[in-house]
């Protein structure tokens, strides 16, 4: 069973905390992707990544970085956290064989 | 600016009727599109797509119909069932390839 795993399914952080939300695939897809989930604005990208080492900021990148320093693995990075990137985080992989699949999710609140 | 739009945040309809949910998007290049359903505390999940070369793709209970000229998908389901409950997000797929999601339906069907 293919799987994008995100390591936690909640988190709760204080603001101006530096904040790691991992994310691993294991169907050796070259594309990531993080999004973020608010209501009434749907998913929206805030980083993605073709190739190992490599990233392309989306649409919201503004307070995130990213590493990819293996294939399978995508992190996403709050330098400092703010309430206003309080929102649920999905992580998703693409390729060929299985298309685009996403992680559960992370419920992240900033406090 | 969004470009591809839900403009119905939610929508209800009764078990064994006809839901019908809506997708508009500004760029004429965008060919390819996809649909998903997504639970609270789960990552969105393939529902169903449509190549442009196509006005109509059907999947069981679930028929999707692109308008070109319109810029405008629809997303049918038949018979609706409390199970369908969920928020659907449409979304298109342009090159190089990063979806780009509308704000989603919630969609409530009623036993």
């Known amino acids: 069973d293919v799987k994008v795993t995100q390591s936690s399914r909640y988190l709760v952080k204080r603001t101006g905390e530096k904040v790691f939300l991992e994310c691993v695939q294991d169907?050796?897809?070259?594309?990531m992707f993080w999004y973020r989930q608010d209501p009434g604005l749907g998913l929206r990208l805030i980083y993605f990544?073709?190739?190992?080492?490599?990233?392309e900021k989306g649409d919201i990148p503004e307070g995130y970085s990213v590493s990819r320093e293996k294939k399978e693995r995508f992190s996403l990075i709050l330098e400092s956290a703010s309430t206003n990137q309080t929102s649920m985080y999905l992580c998703?992989?693409?390729?060929?064989?299985?298309?685009?699949?996403f992680g559960s999710g992370t419920r992240l609140t900033v406090v | 600016d969004q470009q591809v739009k839900q403009n119905s945040p939610s929508l209800s309809v009764q078990e064994g009727r006809i839901s019908i949910l809506n997708c508009d998007y500004t760029?004429?290049?965008?060919?390819?599109f996809l649909w998903y359903k997504k639970y609270p505390a789960e990552g969105p999940t393939f529902l169903i797509s449509?190549?442009?070369?196509?006005d109509k793709n059907e999947d069981g209970r679930f028929t999707v119909f692109l308008n070109k000229s319109a810029k405008h998908l629809s997303l049918h389901i038949v018979p609706s069932q409390p199970g369908d409950s969920a928020v659907y997000f449409c979304?298109?797929?342009?090159?190089?390839?990063?979806?780009?999601f509308g704000q989603g339906t919630t969609l409530q069907v009623k036993p």
């Open positions: 760029n004429s290049m965008f060919d390819y």
């Open positions: 998703a992989s693409w390729g060929f064989s299985y298309g685009y699949t």
């Open positions: 990544s073709y190739d190992v080492k490599m990233k």
């Open positions: 449509i190549s442009s070369i196509k």
């Open positions: 169907m050796d897809h070259e594309n």
């Open positions: 979304a298109a797929d342009p090159p190089p390839g990063k979806l780009i």
